[in-house]
């Protein structure tokens, strides 16, 4: 039976099958709701900067009209 702890209030879940978990890793919609209050509060960062060739990722960068 998989078991895991919420990174927010590291409550512990466990469920029958891991497709039992809907809101994995954590242990509710409220708990998912909280982490994303801290990424969009600036409360969480991705501290490495990204490296090698992103400009395929950035959609900005590419022109629509050369895919026609």
């Known amino acids: 039976m998989p078991t895991y702890h919420c ?6 879940t466990r469920v029958d099958q891991r497709e039992d978990a809907v ?11 909280i ?3 801290h990424w969009f509060a600036g409360d969480f960062v991705i501290s490495d900067p990204l490296t090698g060739d992103i400009g395929s990722l ?11």
């Open 7 to 12: 990174p927010t209030c590291t409550k512990m």
């Open 23 to 33: 809101h994995r890793p954590f242990c509710s919609e409220r708990c998912k709701l």
């Open 58 to 68: 950035d959609p900005l960068t590419d022109d629509p009209s050369a895919d026609a």
């Open 35 to 37: 982490d994303l209050h």
